[in-house]
Structure formats: structure tokens, C-alpha cells
């Protein structure tokens, strides 16, 4: 159970694109949803907590209008990276939880790396 | 602020030997702590929590940890490691509050394991 399915894995496009990657809970509904970025040999930084049916809620330092996040259902969850460049290359990853409350364990999709040429 | 330090950023052990890796946390309440392990190229798997309780916890794969107040760590464990634990193990800590739910990693500790 709780397992959290992330699409594409991997993405290539140009300069200047918009990129939409998406996440689900396959077998439970997400209330919040977390969405992290993680550089090479580096740990994860939280970008924004994704509310199904709300606004998300973004860290200090991540643009809002630059990543998209979109919660429209409690399984899925988008993350739209707009007119990329290659500083956004990274490795983005999302994750849920099954319940809300700082002491449940979330669950993680397997990742999505961007590439940005 | 909670924050998570792992002062070792890479530890190499051979293969059936023991594994402690390091974790130390700053929060300001009583913390909900996690370790988790990544692939290259992956997603995490949660290894395990501690919420409250019994200070010893068990997780998957042979692995367990220690909270311990007064020392505001909480190690991992592993008796005797195996090839496949080799991955990146990362230690964090839930916050509660208006912040319910986030997490706070550490930078990750690199683990090696040699035949």
C-alpha cells in the first residue's frame, strides 16, 4: 500500500518550454501533497505543499508563478515547470501522505529529472 | 527552525560488517524523526519513524534506530550490512505546528559497501 506514482521519470526538451510533471497515490487519497527538488549529491529542499482544492503553499525563495502546482483531486497532484531554462535542471519529487500530521511518514514517487537544454 | 545535520557525508563498510550512521536534529518539541534510503536515480523508502514511546525502533531490512533526548540524535543501526544497503540514507524530522506534515532532511550520508 500507499504508493505514490510520479510521471514522466525523465524529461528532455528546450529552453523556454513549460514542463508538467505529474503525481499520484495510487491506492489512497492525498489530502497534501509535498513537492521537493534535490541538485546532484545533494539532499531534498522543500518547494511547496500542495492542498487538494486550495492554493499551495510555497517556500521562501521558490517563485510561485515559475512552478505551477496544481492539486485538483485527492490522488493527483502537478507540478508545472514554466519557460524552463537550464538552472531549473534538477531532480523533482513529490511525495503524500496518507493522513495529516506531522508524525505520518510520507511516501515517495520515484522522481523526475529534468533536463533543460 | 528545525534543522537535521549528518556529519558524515560518506561511510564505507564492508560487507557484513556492523553500520552506525549519524544523525543529529535541532527542533523545539518533542520531534517526529525518520530515516529514509535512496537509490540513484530514485525516489526514498521510508526505513523507519519514531512518533513517541519506546526510544528503540525497527524498521525494514534489518535496520533500527535509537532516539535519544538528551544527546538530540537518533542513529541508525544495522548488525552486519549487506551489498544491496549501499544507497543514500537520509535523516529527517517532521514539523508540527502550522507546518504539520513538512519535513526537514538532512545532507545525506553515502554509504559503500565493499565485498
Known amino acids: 500500500g500507499a504508493v505514490v506514482s510520479q510521471h514522466p521519470s525523465w524529461v528532455i526538451c528546450k529552453s523556454g518550454t513549460s514542463v508538467k510533471i505529474e503525481c499520484r497515490s495510487l491506492d489512497f487519497q492525498a489530502t497534501t501533497m509535498f513537492w521537493y527538488r534535490q541538485f546532484p549529491k545533494q539532499s531534498l529542499m522543500l518547494m511547496a505543499t500542495?492542498?487538494?482544492?486550495?492554493?499551495?503553499?510555497?517556500e521562501q525563495g521558490v517563485e510561485k508563478d515559475k512552478f505551477l502546482i496544481n492539486h485538483a483531486s485527492l490522488t493527483l497532484s502537478t507540478l508545472t515547470v514554466t519557460s524552463a531554462h537550464p538552472e531549473d535542471s534538477s531532480f523533482y519529487i513529490c511525495?503524500?501522505?496518507?493522513?495529516?500530521?506531522?508524525?505520518?511518514?510520507?511516501?515517495f514517487g520515484d522522481g523526475t529529472r529534468l533536463s533543460i537544454l | 527552525a528545525q534543522s537535521v545535520t549528518q556529519p558524515d557525508i560518506h561511510i564505507t563498510v564492508s560487507e557484513g560488517a556492523s553500520l552506525e550512521l549519524r544523525c543529529n536534529y535541532s527542533y523545539g518539541a518533542t520531534p517526529y524523526l525518520f530515516w529514509y534510503v535512496q537509490s540513484p536515480g530514485q525516489g526514498l523508502q521510508l526505513l523507519l519513524k519514531?512518533?513517541?514511546?519506546?526510544?528503540l525502533v525497527q524498521g525494514i531490512k534489518g535496520f533500527e534506530a535509537e532516539f535519544k533526548r538528551s544527546q538530540s540524535s537518533f542513529n541508525l543501526r544495522k548488525p552486519s550490512v549487506h551489498w544491496s544497503d549501499a544507497a543514500e540514507y537520509f535523516c529527517a524530522v517532521g514539523a508540527g505546528g502550522t507546518s504539520y506534515g513538512k519535513l526537514t532532511f538532512g545532507q545525506g550520508t553515502i554509504l559503500t559497501v565493499h565485498p
Open positions: 511525495s503524500a501522505s496518507l493522513a495529516q500530521g506531522s508524525n505520518q511518514p510520507q511516501h
Open positions: 519514531y512518533f513517541s514511546g519506546d526510544t
Open positions: 500542495s492542498n487538494e482544492g486550495s492554493k499551495a503553499t510555497y
